[in-house]
């Protein structure tokens, strides 16, 4: 039994082995195709974060400068006003 079980384990031996590769090189395809997909899902997520950073940023400087906008009307009053009270002396 010793060169045909020889004759018959080197071939079987080689099918598992190559079986083996194969399923270990698909697995790995999967593994990296999985991890570039939840990077691509992280780095969305991040873009639409930064995104609503960037909007409310957006909003608050349009409150700023509305807020600038009325003091400035409101100084313009009051100079108006305290100019009426000089006058008025």
């Avoid at 991890?35 to 995104?51: P, T």
Wanted: charge should be positive.
């Amino acid at each position: 039994m010793g060169i045909f079980g020889g004759l018959i384990a080197i071939p079987l031996h080689a099918i598992v082995a190559l079986r083996l590769k194969r399923t270990e090189l698909l697995l790995q395809d999967k593994l990296l195709r999985r991890a570039k997909r939840e990077e691509m899902l992280l780095q969305h997520d991040l873009e639409m974060k930064r995104k609503v950073k960037d909007d409310e940023l957006a909003e608050l400087k349009a409150a700023i400068t509305r807020f600038g906008k009325r003091l400035d009307s409101e100084l313009v009053d009051l100079k108006a006003a305290v100019a009426r009270l000089e006058e008025g002396k």
